[in-house]
């Protein structure tokens, strides 16, 4: 029987991308759990809503990629909190589509420039031609679903 083959994290893409991804999310988090008691995920539904207001709540699961239990039960928490409002679609009545409140607007436009500022800092690393090609692989690489 043959050894298992060794799985080099350190070279393993998608483990390096996991990585880099929780560490920025939690340094991005800083900004608003404990001011806001928001979690990651209820943040990130509100900044996809404060770009895309009238998205339903799998909209949302979809553009984040995030699992939908976890977006119904951050959507739910948003809207008990009074951070977001779900109405009921114009052109289809069966399809409810999500906005932020005043009091979801308000927090979003206080969290929004510091999240970008912390996104700043991390890219500042890189000149502007890194940066366009890590753009670039990035799409490259993103599966368009």
Known sequence: MS??????????LPYRLSRL???????????Y???????????????????YPGLSANEVAERTAMDKV????????LVQQGRLR???????RRRSVLQLTAAGRKIYAQVAPE???TGSRLLGALDRDELALLMALL??????G
């Open 3 to 12: 050894e298992p083959a060794l799985l080099d994290l350190d070279r393993f």
């Open 21 to 31: 991804s929780n560490r920025i999310s939690q340094q991005i988090a800083s900004t």
């Open 33 to 51: 759990v404990d001011r806001f008691d928001l979690s990651v995920t209820e943040w990130r539904v509100m900044a996809v809503l404060g770009r």
């Open 70 to 77: 976890a977006v119904s039960r951050a959507v739910a928490r």
């Open 86 to 92: 779900r109405d009921v679609a114009e052109d289809d």
């Open 115 to 117: 999240v970008l500022a």
């Open 139 to 144: 799409e490259k690489l993103e599966p368009t």
